[in-house]
């Protein structure tokens, strides 16, 4: 598997762009709509956000990015922060994060192998670096589809999640 410096930046800067319309479309939406069980994996809309944003901070955890893992595991990360805009605070930050990250990235970073503790096998692994890149923004994308999906159901705005549409001056 190939990846690119500039695959990473472009995905990093869509992430970007996704959860700010995302933090836009659930400001002011009530707890109990964002909390309330619609049928996905991690039932709601702030579980899933949770969950996302608890993951892609192991995964920065696991590059060298943060010194420190998110407590928990996977079944923890959908009560990671108790609000909207606690959530929207603390994704602001990583996604910050994971920008600057990427501005930093080579494409020869991408390449060898990453060896890593999975709690979810309950073992070490070894995996290649270019393949725990593309996971770590393609389940940002996989869960963001279940959000959207929520969304439209409660009758709130979904975000576009087109990136040929992604304005040129986001992050």
């Not at 959908?78 to 929207?88: D, E, G, I, R």
Request: charged share 15%; proline share 5%; aromatic share 8%.
């Amino acid at each position: 598997m190939m990846l690119t410096a500039d695959y990473v930046a472009l995905m990093a800067r869509y992430n970007a762009w996704q959860n700010a319309q995302i933090t836009r479309a659930i400001d002011g939406v009530s707890l109990k709509v964002l909390t309330e069980d619609h049928g996905a994996h991690f039932s709601s809309i702030l579980g899933t956000l949770n969950h996302i944003l608890w993951a892609d901070r192991m995964w920065l955890h696991r590059f060298g990015v943060e010194d420190t893992r998110p407590e928990g595991g996977i079944a923890e990360s959908t009560t990671l922060t108790p609000t909207a805009p606690a959530w929207s605070a603390e994704r602001f930050t990583t996604d910050g994060r994971i920008n600057a990250w990427a501005s930093r990235v080579h494409s020869i970073d991408l390449t060898g192998d990453l060896t890593f503790y999975s709690g979810a096998l309950g073992a070490e692994i070894t995996t290649p670096m270019a393949a725990c890149v593309a996971h770590l923004f393609n389940h940002q994308t996989h869960h963001r589809g279940q959000v959207h999906a929520m969304l439209t159901r409660a009758g709130l705005p979904a975000p576009v999640t087109d990136i040929p549409f992604m304005p040129e001056e986001t992050q």
